[in-house]
């Protein structure tokens, strides 16, 4: 049994160990103010990295930001001025609550409907888990 602990041992010496960089960084979004308006350039690019539906991530920032706009030629345009600040911070929550596993921390999910019920399902652990299905 000693021996096996001693092998146990240089084992654990000879693996090397994980670092902890975040492989998962959402891009920052890129815009301009026209007027009174505010147009997001790049929604398409942040949607496609984080696997989801353009119009699903448009729609919710609209619903956060708490004003109207339209999703047209692959750009949203808000109808009114808004910080990209605060704008990055809305896509933050949007990955807590509809990419980011909730069990295993990892980006790697989908969104699934049943019937009324919407679900992020993890294709690294197997987990599922409801979020809110109307935004």
Known sequence: ME????????????????????????????????GTKTILTNITQIASYLRRDPHHLSKFLLKELATSGTFKNNRVILQRKISSHKINEKIKDYVKEFVICSQCGKPDTELIKEKEFTFVHCLACGAKHSVRAKI
């Open 3 to 34: 021996n096996y602990e001693k092998l146990l041992e240089k084992a654990y010496q000879d693996i090397k160990p994980i670092e902890s960089n975040n492989r998962f960084e959402v891009p920052k979004i890129e815009g301009r103010y026209e």
